[in-house]
Antibody, heavy 119, light 110 residues
């Protein structure tokens, strides 16, 4: 059974960098069938696709966030990570990591972690 | 403003059928597969439909998906109170080179 678990600080100050890690179990991280990605959901709002990464490092990003987002992968640890720089209150959201199918849409999701941007 | 358009809410009585629409364009739904997700209150979304109409293992056949042109539809028959949730459509947008979701539809089972 594929399982994903997000970890990282729940509170980030404005203008700082949000950093999250997703640990994957039950799946071969270097399986060429899948991408891995991040989706977020502001409180009371809908889903927003942030970006995806292939185990080789090839990535795609939401154009509205591209200048601030870094997604990287560590196959030796079965982990991938998200960094979002220069955060503001608008970046407050539940952040989900997910396994993405060939169409780069999620099939398995982590439970999500709430990140609040506040001083 | 979401790239894909869904009605904010739908409702129906237990045992009835409901459909949820998802409208897009040729750069997304028109030329790519659509997925549907169910998000129960306080939980992560769950995949209901992929490749327009396919159901993952464990998803009952009360849930169905279809696509025509630049629109997709999720159908739910035999509504149960446990189906009350937010439902999202999603697809790849070739022009944006990114995934996109609809704004979500809240299903109320009266």
């Amino acid at each position: 059974q594929v399982q994903l678990q997000e970890s990282g600080p729940g509170l980030v100050k404005p203008s700082e960098t949000l950093s999250l890690i997703c640990t994957v179990s039950g799946a071969s991280f270097s399986n060429s069938t899948y991408n891995w990605g991040w989706i977020r959901q502001p409180p009371g709002k809908g889903l927003e696709w942030i970006g995806s990464i292939y185990y080789s490092g090839t990535s795609n990003f939401n154009s509205s966030l591209k200048s601030r987002v870094t997604i990287s992968v560590d196959t030796s640890k079965n982990q991938f990570s998200l960094k979002l720089s220069s955060v503001t209150a608008a970046d407050t959201a539940v952040y989900y990591c997910a396994r993405l199918r060939y169409d780069r849409l999620p099939d398995y999701w982590g439970q999500g972690t709430l990140v609040t941007v506040s001083s | 403003q979401s790239v894909l358009t869904q009605p904010p809410s739908v409702s129906a009585a237990p045992g009835q059928k409901v459909t949820i629409s998802c409208s897009g364009s040729s750069s997304n739904i028109g030329n790519n597969y659509v997925s549907w997700y169910q998000q129960l209150p306080g939980t992560a979304p769950k995949l209901l439909i992929y490749d327009n109409y396919k159901r993952p293992s464990g998803i009952p056949d009360r849930f169905s998906g279809s696509k025509s042109g630049t629109s997709a539809t999720l159908g739910i028959t035999g509504l149960q109170t446990g189906d009350e949730a937010d439902y999202y459509c999603g697809t790849w947008d070739t022009s944006l080179s990114a995934g996109v979701f609809g704004g979500g539809t809240k299903l109320t089972v009266l």
